[in-house]
Nanobody, 127 residues
Framework: VYLEETGGGSVRPGGSLRLSCTGS????????IGWFRQTPGKEREGVAC????????WLSNSVKGRFTVSRDHREETSSLQIDNLKPEDTAIYYC?????????????????????WGQGTQVTVSS
């Protein structure tokens, strides 16, 4: 599956962004979708995932309460709504498709669970 993110940008602290991930090339509903972020010198960390059926959503403790993840099977998209942005949210954000044997659960998501990555979109939070 091919994934493409859109929606990144530069915002002030307290602002909001909505990142979108569009899938193509394979049946989008076969894949759990994860969202990761990475800053220079740090490992790519999973911050959110949504299950294949869309019924389960997980958020990491670092973003819980400010991020919302969703998916739309008809449109073959996933979205990451980010509210109350903080400077520490500055990163490149990636959407990713999970391996066929993986589904989103309360165990979260890790890089080892991923079979395909988007190209990433930059989010910068500064005053």
């Amino acid at each position: 599956v091919y994934l493409e993110e859109t929606g990144g940008g530069s915002v002030r602290p307290g602002g909001s962004l909505r990142l979108s991930c569009t899938g193509s090339g394979a049946n989008f509903r076969y894949f759990a979708i994860g969202w990761f972020r990475q800053t220079p010198g740090k490992e790519r960390e999973g911050v959110a995932c949504v299950s294949k059926g869309g019924g389960f959503r997980w958020l990491s403790n670092s973003v819980k309460g400010r991020f919302t993840v969703s998916r739309d099977h008809r449109e073959e998209t996933s979205s990451l709504q980010i509210d109350n942005l903080k400077p520490e949210d500055t990163a490149i954000y990636y959407c990713a498709a999970g391996r066929m044997s993986y589904d989103c659960s309360d165990k979260g998501i890790d890089r080892i669970d991923i079979v395909s990555w988007g190209q990433g979109t930059q989010v910068t939070v500064s005053s």
